[in-house]
């Protein structure tokens, strides 16, 4: 179980992002969050198994139709117990 905090840049927030993570994060089966920042980039955590969570990764990179993903900064984080993937209030 490995977990990672991941910063999406870019034309991210608007355009139903962090909806379509959870939706991603459900059908890929791993847990987390993702909330919109202050700065207009979309912060999330994923935790899997460490090839669930490379795909979630690579979704990100990408994210939903109508998204512009400039970069993806991703960082380890200590595993939690989460039990799903949920839509954070704005940090």
């Known amino acids: 179980m490995i977990r990672r905090r991941a ?7 608007g355009v139903g992002f962090r909806w379509s993570a959870r939706e991603a994060a459900q059908r890929l089966g791993v847990t987390g969050w993702a909330r919109n920042r202050l700065d207009g980039s979309v912060e999330a955590e994923i935790q899997g198994e460490p090839e669930q969570v490379e795909r979630m990764l690579a979704w990100l990179r990408t994210g939903p139709p109508g ?6 900064d991703v960082t380890d984080a200590d595993p939690r117990d989460d039990d799903a993937f949920r839509i954070r209030e704005t940090a």
Do not use: P
């Not at 998204?67 to 993806?72: H, N, T």
């Open 7 to 13: 910063i999406v840049t870019g034309g991210v927030q």
């Open 67 to 72: 998204a512009s993903v400039e970069s993806v």
